[in-house]
């Protein structure tokens, strides 16, 4: 069963951070955050205008690849219930997972938000549904 890692880099000191990441030996990290420009700690940060950033290059020093999945951002991070995104993945879940879905394949992927609990974070909707699909989940 292929297996999908969620971590969450909130708290985490960046060499922490990827060191979880090799540890658990994470080929692919796929950022979920609607708005990864933004981060609080900025080596945490990418900006997709310029395709670049330094959280791209933290990973890459560590030989670990970085893809931005936009689709699966949280489109209102002020909603602490998270409904909004539950509601797009009800509509939507298989078009919104189709990307991530075909580069988990022989590929050690983990998903990428700032919150460090999975259930407090979209993350853990994301996850739901990758579970009714049969793949294994692990929280990092």
């Not at 994470?26 to 420009?37: K, M, N, S, T, Y």
């Not at 993945?89 to 609990?117: F, G, I, S």
């Amino acid at each position: 069963m292929t297996t999908f890692y969620t971590v969450g880099y909130g708290g985490r000191h960046p060499q922490h951070f990827v060191g979880l990441l090799v540890q658990h030996s994470i080929a692919l990290v796929c950022d979920v955050r609607a708005e990864p420009r933004r981060a609080y700690r900025g080596i945490y940060t990418f900006n997709p205008e310029k395709n670049r950033g330094p959280l791209p290059r933290l990973l890459a020093e560590a030989g670990i690849g970085y893809a931005w999945l936009p689709e699966l951002g949280n489109p209102d991070r002020q909603d602490p219930t998270i409904q909004v995104f539950q509601q797009l993945m009800a509509q939507e879940a298989a078009q919104r997972l189709q990307r991530l879905r075909q580069m988990v394949q022989d590929t050690a992927v983990c998903l990428l938000c700032a919150e460090q609990d999975a259930q407090r974070c979209h993350r853990h909707i994301i996850t739901d549904y990758l579970a009714a699909y049969g793949y294994g989940i692990q929280h990092l």
